[in-house]
Each structure stands twice: as C-alpha cells, then as structure tokens.
C-alpha cells in the first residue's frame, strides 16, 4: 500500500495497531529535547497531543510552540452572511485570530493542570499545514514534533490524516504520533 511505501511496512503496523503513542526516529535520541512543536487543529487527538508534549517538556526541560496552522481555504469556507460584507486580508486575518483562539483556548484548558512550570508559546498561521508545520520547524530548531494521527478532518479509517502522512514523510524530525 502507499502508507507501506512511506513508512515502511513494520512502521506502518505498528502505527495502526498501537495502543500508545509511537515516536518515529530517524536517529537515536542525542540528548534531551529542547524545542518541541506541537502543531494543533481542537481535535481530541490533537489536545492529547499537546498533553504529551508538555509532559516530554518536563522530563527534559524543553519548551513546547503550540501550532495553529488555519488552512484559507478553510477560513474561506467558514464565512457568514454577515462576515461576506466584509473583504480583503484584514478580514482574513480576524478569521485567522478567532480560530486560532478557539484551539488555543482547547488547548490550554486541555493542560490547566499539567503546566508545571513549562514554557508554552501559542503560535498562529495561514497557509498549507504540512509545508507550513515543517517551516516552522525549521525555523524555530525544534527537535520534535508531537502530533495526533488525525485532525479534525480525519476519517477513523484512514491510518494517518494527511497533514499527519505529510509531516512523517517529509520531516527528518522525530515525530510521535498520538492516537
């Protein structure tokens, strides 16, 4: 199948059949994790997610960039009758903000309880999730990514989400998949 060909054919079985996170190496872990990126759409996998990295953060000492990525056409697709009266990027970028505020608000509520000390920063963007989670990445120097297996859009058959499938194929992070 095409996720055997991305991921190869052990890989593949044991992110479908796992009950527990699987982290997808390349290497062998060289210290402690500093940077880690989380990127988050709401979705119950994604909170997981952010759990998790939060809970990685504190074992090691790293800091967690919580990720909005809001895909246009999205936002696009999210307007109201009343929201057609306006037009242009500034509109968009409000669009941008009250998403982004909804999942950040998800996410915080997700790890009220969790915190302990580690450094959170919530960061929004327009663009591509896959191509637009991978920039980030690379521009911050993170050293791992935690994410759900699938977003909001996601159907349960499917073993990875596409943003999901992207990033594993695409990132020469570590990535751990949460379910």
Do not use: W
């Given at each position: ?21 699987v982290?997808?190496a ?9 940077r ?6 709401g979705?119950e ?13 504190k074992?090691?000492g ?6 909005h ?8 697709a999210?307007?109201?009758?009343l929201?057609?009266?306006k037009h242009?990027?500034?509109d ?5 903000r009250q ?14 309880d969790?915190k ?9 963007n327009?663009?591509?999730p ?5 920039k ?31 990033i ?11 379910k």
């Open positions: 199948s095409l996720s055997e060909q991305l991921l190869g054919s052990a890989s593949t079985y044991v992110l479908a059949h796992a009950k527990c996170p982290l997808l390349h290497n062998k872990k060289e210290g402690p994790y500093r880690i990126l989380v990127p988050a759409d979705s996998e994604s909170l997981k997610a952010v759990r998790y990295a939060v809970e990685f953060a074992a090691d790293a800091s967690v960039t919580v990720f990525v809001a895909n246009m056409r999205d936002l696009i999210e307007e109201t009758a929201d057609q009266k242009g990027l500034e968009l970028t409000d669009r941008l998403s982004a505020d909804r999942v950040f608000a998800l996410c915080k509520a997700a790890i009220a969790h302990g000390g580690v450094d959170i920063h919530f960061v929004a327009i663009g591509r896959g191509p637009t989670i991978l980030k990445a690379e521009k911050d120097g993170s050293d791992l990514l935690i994410m759900g297996s699938r977003g909001r859009s996601g159907l349960a058959s499917i073993l990875l989400g596409s943003v999901s499938r992207y594993t194929t695409h990132s020469g992070l570590p990535v751990m998949i949460v």
